[in-house]
């Protein structure tokens, strides 16, 4: 995979806490086709948004707002919990909030098989695994919501 040294860069200075090949691995080049709500529900071809250009299949939901997020991620399938903690065979995604210059920011993340985190960096960047979410809080806030979906496919071996 072709990750440019501009975006190993800019990856780094957003991300400061993690670190390539320890805490993060790059799974995929520079690819604008989606965002990380998508990414976070498994779409690699549609970006989750309500403009135009975009899918937004939930009338009435706001994209814009982290509860409008949970509900895309509920009608999905998944329900609120208390804890991002790892557990096998259940698939976790975590809504980050950030408050900045009177804008809110979002970022959704999905726990994987392996307990890692798989996060869409913006709406032009790579897709990466990273080991926690905290490494995130720098670029994305504070995780609001945590919700989860049992995945019975999901061996637990």
Not at 53 to 59: I, M, N, V
Not at 131 to 143: F, W
Request: net charge negative.
């Amino acid at each position: 995979m072709d990750i440019t040294p501009e975006w190993k860069t800019r990856v780094s200075r957003l991300l400061p806490a993690l670190r390539e090949g320890e805490s993060l691995i790059f799974t995929s080049e520079v690819n604008c086709n989606y965002n990380c709500l998508a990414w976070a529900l498994g779409c690699d071809h549609h970006p989750f948004e309500n403009q135009k250009g975009a899918w937004w299949f939930w009338p009435g939901v706001p994209d814009d707002t982290a509860e409008g997020r949970a509900k895309v991620c509920a009608a999905h399938g998944f329900t609120r919990t208390e804890s991002a903690e790892f557990i096998p065979a259940y698939e976790k995604i975590a809504i980050f909030e950030k408050l900045e210059d009177g804008e809110v920011w979002l970022h959704a993340s999905r726990q994987a098989r392996n307990g890692w985190w798989k996060s869409k960096l913006g709406d032009r960047g790579p897709d990466i695994d990273h080991k926690d979410l905290e490494s995130l809080e720098a670029a994305y806030g504070k995780v609001v919501i945590v919700l989860q979906k049992h995945r019975p496919d999901w061996t637990t071996s």
